[in-house]
């Protein structure tokens, strides 16, 4: 089992920034992949950003790229999402995520329960 939290998140104005963090814990030797999903109201929940941790890629929303950055301090089990330059569009509920890979490639998710991202015109 692995367990996600996040913080971080608020109301900022159109151009702001804010810093999402999202704390894991529980059974981490088995997760491959963490990363941050978002979901407005009426809409699916679509990927921000993701981070292998074997050294695999980092990938980005189109959306994002060039305005957010996913980073990761292994030794803390702490995942962050910067986000910069926002605009009103990203306004969501954003989740942390974590995905284990074990015997077999049975992979499981894991989600966090979410912070809120408002961000005013």
């Known amino acids: 089992q692995v367990h996600l939290v996040e913080s971080g998140g608020g109301l900022v104005e159109a151009g702001g920034s804010l810093r999402l963090s999202c704390a894991a814990s529980g059974t981490m030797f088995n997760v491959h992949l963490m990363g941050w999903y978002r979901q407005s109201p009426g809409r699916p929940r679509d990927l921000v950003a993701t981070?292998?941790?074997?050294?695999?890629?980092?990938n980005y929303a189109d959306s994002v790229k060039g305005r957010f950055t996913v980073t990761r301090v292994k030794a803390k089990n702490l995942l962050y999402l910067q986000m910069n330059s926002l605009k009103p569009e990203d306004t969501a509920a954003y989740y942390c995520?974590?995905?284990?890979?074990?015997?077999?490639?049975?992979?499981?998710?894991?989600w966090g329960q979410g912070t809120q991202v408002t961000v005013s015109s």
């Open positions: 981070i292998s941790l074997d050294g695999g890629p980092t």
């Open positions: 995520y974590a995905q284990t890979l074990t015997w077999g490639d049975v992979r499981t998710p894991y």
